[in-house]
């Protein structure tokens, strides 16, 4: 097992573009969650799926933000009508710890939009 | 006010000096977290903690919960030891981490 792997490792699209990222989490994790991380700034929780179940979003996800976790395993993130402030680094974590995530991190999706 | 606060935000340390990043929250927790990104973005999970203190090779990780207050400990700092160190606690009753701004850590050698 290599770890939770995430794709693309960078991005960069044009304002009002749609953009999709994937998240490959440790295989017999069934926690996956995503966090979104600004320049100079601590990561911020998006969402989190156990199993193929939604189960908290944040408030900074707007409606322009749908994330999916249809078989239970890997899980896309996409941004609709991207926008100049959603340019961050995405961020993946995988965790099968009932007591809140082991912490297990991709590398991240830097997304720039110009 | 942030509910995780790290200090110090920017630490410069000769090679061989014993370094000390500090983490206060204000929230009940269920784990606390020490995690290492590197320029580049990916995040290494250095320790968990919800009790005590924790070693592993130069690192040590203490944390208090009464006082809400846990430090990280680097022993003979290395320039390789540059990076973010950031402080994440897991809230009790929720899955989500919280997350500190982190400490720049720059080891000159």
């Known amino acids: 097992d290599t770890g939770v792997s995430q794709d693309p490792r960078h991005k960069i699209t044009k304002r009002g573009q749609n953009v999709t990222f994937r998240c490959d989490p440790i295989?017999?994790?069934?926690?996956l969650y995503w966090y979104r991380q600004t320049l100079g700034q601590g990561p911020e929780f998006l969402t989190y799926f156990q199993n193929e179940a939604q189960l908290e979003k944040s408030r900074l996800l707007s409606d322009r933000f749908s994330a999916e976790r249809p078989k239970g395993s890997f899980s896309t993130l996409e941004i609709q009508r991207t926008e100049q402030g959603d340019s961050a680094m995405y961020l993946c974590?995988?965790?099968?710890?009932?007591?809140?995530?082991?912490?297990?991190f991709g590398q991240g999706t830097r997304l720039t939009v110009v | 006010k942030n509910e995780v606060e790290q200090s110090p935000q920017n630490l410069t340390a000769q090679e061989g000096e014993f370094i000390t990043i500090n983490c206060s929250y204000s929230v009940g927790i269920s784990a606390l977290h020490w995690l290492q990104q590197h320029p580049g973005g990916g995040i290494v999970s250095l320790f968990m903690?919800?009790?005590g203190k924790k070693k592993h090779g130069r690192l040590i990780a203490t944390i208090n919960i009464q006082e809400k207050h846990s430090s990280l400990h680097i022993t003979a700092s290395h320039p390789r030891d540059s990076a973010v160190y950031i402080c994440a606690v897991a809230k009790g009753g929720s899955e989500k981490l919280v997350f500190g701004k982190g400490t720049k850590l720059t080891v000159n050698p």
């Open positions: 974590a995988s965790s099968n710890n009932g007591r809140g995530p082991e912490a297990f």
């Open positions: 295989s017999e994790h069934n926690r």
């Open positions: 903690l919800s009790s």
